[in-house]
């Protein structure tokens, strides 16, 4: 069993800053590539960021140089720091992990249930 689960949102004014937390717990051998994914109600789940076990990292041209994301391997945690926020950036956030659960064992898709994340004056 893993176990993904998020922490950080909340409520913040246009042009403020968040830090979302994602820490994945269980039966973790390692995990490959971890993400942020967001959505809102009536619009398909979008990909946020990604970042490999090697630090190689992928975002959304909608966040590029606002959102920065990075991991702690010795924790199996992912952070998400939002800087310049809009109200656009409105939605659920969710972290998504590839887990090893063995050296051959491998959990594609891993979700944690999501953290709300509203940016409004």
């Known amino acids: 069993q893993v176990q993904l689960v998020e922490s950080g949102g909340g409520l913040v004014q246009p042009g403020g800053s968040l830090r979302l937390s994602c820490v994945a717990s269980?039966?973790?051998?390692?995990?490959?590539?971890m993400g942020w994914y967001r959505q809102v109600p009536g619009k398909q789940r979008e990909l946020v960021t990604t970042i490999t076990g090697g630090g190689t990292t992928n975002y959304a041209d909608s966040v590029k140089g606002r959102f920065t994301i990075s991991r702690d391997n010795a924790k199996n945690t992912v952070y998400l720091q939002m800087d310049s926020l809009k109200p656009d950036d409105t939605a659920v956030y969710y972290c998504n992990a590839r887990v090893r659960r063995t050296p051959s064992i491998v959990i594609d898709d891993c979700w944690g249930q999501g953290t709300q994340v509203t940016v409004s004056s």
């Open positions: 269980g039966s973790i051998f390692s995990i490959d590539t």
